[in-house]
């Protein structure tokens, strides 16, 4: 059976693209996947089809109101099903997070827009609330796409299982750069010892190589791992 993925939004021809194209387009072709996009606007109650409001309280920018939100989430059973509304006021979406989503049968994503939804929608549908990153998007289009791919790629099936436990994050470490053909390009040599066949000494150089890589963009994720002396020194460097 295929992975229900039901989309909410203002910016359905967005979210219809992206299911056309990539790894995530060829998966519903083959029924791997059944994306469902929803338009907001069509369950809007007004006739100017309006689905924001002032905020209570005052203050900047409008507030996606309930009413519209709640009657497109029932219209799709949303209360029986796995939903997810991407925010920067979320926990921040991990790897761990698209590989516990990857195996729900389904899941409904909900994207927001002006300053937000109306938090009695979060509180009465919502399951999870992720941010993608610690900055703000103009809505949640981009974001809920970013989970789904991060998801869908998971799926049994997608991809080799090899390719998904070399991926960054997996074994909680930046992956190692790679290298293809030629050998030389524009007097850049691919390193000797990828050449040696000697896969031991691949192995370990590949790893050498993740450590210094998170060492130096991602030093947080180094504070949960226990790495060797020989590794930490390199961390040092
Ligand atoms: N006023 C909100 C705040 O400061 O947190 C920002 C709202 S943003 C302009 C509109 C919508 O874009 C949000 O409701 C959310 O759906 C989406 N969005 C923006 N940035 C995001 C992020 N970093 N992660 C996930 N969703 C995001």
Known sequence: ??????????????????FRTSIVGKAADRGALIPKVINIRDFSQDRHRSCDDAPYGGGAGMVLMAEPLATALDSVDAKARHVVFPTPSGRPFRQ?????????????????????????????????????????????????????????????????????????????????PHYTRPEVFRSRKVPEILLSGHHARIAQWRREQQVIRTARNRPDLLQNLSLTEAEQILTES
């Not at 229900?4 to 693209?17: R, S």
């Not at 549908?125 to 998971?154: C, H, P, W």
């Open 1 to 18: 059976d295929g992975y229900g993925i039901t989309v909410l939004t203002l910016f359905p021809e967005l979210v219809e693209e992206y």
């Open 96 to 176: 761990r997070d698209a590989l516990r989503l990857s195996r729900q049968k389904e899941i409904v994503l909900i994207c927001g827009r002006y300053e937000g939804i109306d938090q009695r929608i979060v509180d009465e549908y919502v399951d999870e609330e992720f941010t993608i990153g610690d900055y703000v998007l103009s809505s949640g289009e981009l974001a809920a796409m970013v989970v789904i791919d991060a998801v869908y790629r998971l799926r049994e099936g997608m991809l080799r299982p090899e390719s998904v436990l070399e991926d960054s994050f997996q074994d909680g470490l930046l992956e190692h």
